[in-house]
Every structure is written in structure tokens, then in C-alpha cells.
């Protein structure tokens, strides 16, 4: 985990025994004890995170391979479209641009 973590990053995670050394080492982790049927913990919600986790991929899958320096740009489309699955999303996103030309 170490190095591919931010520093002062929130995480949320599992109880996997492994991830307890994240409070050690200055993260701020939340943890969900889904063996319990304990799927949400105070700001802990590991469902949404998987059902965002599982919609990434599927919106990813259709490309062969993403570089290392245009990832985070397709998982911030990916994000986008999470959020806004409710509505139009191409309404938002006119919407945004709107209020923030370039």
C-alpha cells in the first residue's frame, strides 16, 4: 500500500487485518466489517464504494490499455457519470460548462 497511497489520504476499506496499519502510518481509515453483516460504520460505506469500483471497470473495459499519465482523466469521466446517473448527464455537464467557460 505504501506508495500508492497519498499522504494524508481518507481510506476506506474491509476489516482486513492488513489495512490496520493504515491509522499507523497517518492515514485516516475507515473500515466496514462486511463478515458481520455490518455493511456501513458511521461515514463508512463500502457498498457504494464497490458498486463505484464495479461501474468503473465495465466503462473502462471497452479501451485495451490506458496509460499512466491520461488514467485519472477517464476515472474522473467514469466519476462523473456516477454521479450524475440519475439525470441527463450530458444536460450537467452543459450545465457546468456554462457556468465555467474556458
Known amino acids: 500500500m505504501e506508495g500508492n497511497i497519498l499522504e494524508g489520504s481518507t481510506t476506506y476499506s474491509d476489516s482486513w487485518r492488513a489495512y490496520d ?13 462486511d463478515s458481520k453483516n455490518k455493511f456501513t460504520r458511521g461515514k463508512s460505506d463500502i457498498n457504494g464504494l464497490e458498486s463505484f469500483g464495479s461501474f468503473s471497470k465495465r466503462c473502462l473495459a471497452k479501451f485495451n490499455e490506458l496509460s499512466n ?5 477517464h476515472l474522473k469521466e467514469c466519476q462523473f457519470r456516477w454521479n450524475h446517473r440519475q439525470t ?9 460548462l456554462r457556468k465555467n467557460p474556458f
Open 21 to 33: 496499519v493504515l491509522i499507523l502510518n497517518g492515514y485516516e481509515h475507515y473500515s466496514v466489517y
Open 69 to 73: 499519465e491520461t488514467f485519472h482523466l
Open 88 to 96: 441527463d448527464w450530458y444536460e450537467a455537464l452543459l450545465k457546468i
